[in-house]
Nanobody
Framework: QLQLVESGGGLVQPGGSLRLSCAAS????????IGWFRQAPGKEREGVSC????????NYADSVKGRFTISRDNAKNTVYLQMTNLKPEDTAVYYC???????????????????WGQGTQVTVSS
């Protein structure tokens, strides 16, 4: 059974950094495109970043460009989201999602993904 588990969330001060991990079990991650999403209280889930199966193509939401970096280590069956210069508006539950084939132009859309993790909380506050 395909399973995704996020980790690495926590409480951080504005300007700080966190690295989220998305570990896969039950399947080989290198056969899947991966997206990171987030959902703040009272808001819809939104796309943050996505990465192709090989890691050669990435996309970012405008709100995180230059601050977040997505990467993957297929040998470790894990995808990462390095977040720097965090802002209070980055506070949300962060989810990773996987699908065998995602169109790059719409890879930040939730409907492109069939499998989802349970999420990890990121809180940016002083």
């Amino acid at each position: 059974q395909l399973q995704l588990v996020e980790s690495g969330g926590g409480l951080v001060q504005p300007g700080g950094s966190l690295r989220l991990s998305c570990a896969a079990s039950g399947f080989a991650l290198d056969g899947y495109d991966i997206g990171w999403f987030r959902q703040a209280p009272g808001k819809e889930r939104e796309g943050v970043s996505c990465i192709s199966r090989s890691g050669g193509r990435t996309n970012y939401a405008d709100s995180v460009k230059g601050r977040f970096t997505i990467s993957r280590d297929n040998a470790k069956n894990t995808v990462y989201l390095q977040m720097t210069n965090l802002k209070p508006e980055d506070t949300a539950v962060y989810y990773c999602a996987a699908d065998p084939l995602v169109l790059r132009a719409i890879c930040l859309m939730t409907y492109e993904y069939k499998s989802w993790g349970q999420g990890t909380q990121v809180t940016v506050s002083s």
